[in-house]
């Protein structure tokens, strides 16, 4: 935990040193989140979990660096996750069952932004994730999942379109690169994130 908090710190140093550059703009956005995860077994066994739909909100900064490239950090709370559901045999009857898990993130992603037209912009840029709670849910329970690493990360890539009065549309897709599942049996399983954004920003 002390070491994953570490890390965080250290993501969070590296947005303020890009606050030390070119002129700065702020804003805030939101939208929703088509999330899921991919499963490598690691093996012929293929799991193929739903999407669930979350969503995402925080404030965003931007530092022009020249008059079309831009470092963009922002701090989002990001609701992800994905459903599972499988069947299996018991008294010899088949037996349906589904869980949904429910992973709520504050992220820090550091975009690389550079503006294609006055309006269209496109970015590329990691991102650091810290899980703040993580649910698993069906029809009659929901309970704390604990086997969730604490820290996440990958890739970005998005674009964005420029509206009237500093709204903006924005669509943004997150690869995840970390096992986000901790403590599983078969350590030759890996499980990521995978979340297409969709939403609106605004500036200030």
Wanted: hydrophobic share 45%; net charge negative; charged share 20%.
């Amino acid at each position: 935990m002390k070491k994953h908090l570490l890390l965080f710190a250290i993501a969070c140093m590296a947005f303020g040193i890009s606050t030390s550059y070119g002129q700065a703009t702020f804003g805030v956005k939101a939208g929703a989140n088509l999330a899921n995860a991919n499963f490598d077994t690691g093996s012929s066994l293929s799991v193929k979990p739903d999407a669930i739909i979350g969503f995402y909100a925080g404030p965003t900064a931007r530092f022009d660096v020249s008059s079309r490239f831009a470092i963009q950090p922002e701090l989002l709370l990001s609701l992800q996750g994905f459903k599972w559901e499988f069947d299996f045999e018991t008294g010899g009857e088949d037996v349906g069952f589904d869980a949904t898990f429910q992973n709520l993130y504050l992220n820090l992603p550091v975009m690389a932004r550079f503006s294609a037209t006055e309006a269209l912009h496109l970015e590329a840029g990691p991102q650091v994730g810290l899980l703040l709670s993580s649910k698993v849910k069906n029809e009659d329970v929901s309970v704390d999942w604990e086997e969730n690493n604490e820290l996440d990360f990958g890739l970005n890539i998005g674009a964005g379109y420029q509206l009237p009065m500093g709204l903006s549309v924005e669509a943004r897709y997150n690869f995840g690169l970390a096992n986000i599942f901790g403590d599983m049996e078969d350590d030759n399983t890996s499980v990521t994130n995978r979340v297409l954004s969709l939403g609106l920003g605004y500036t200030f």
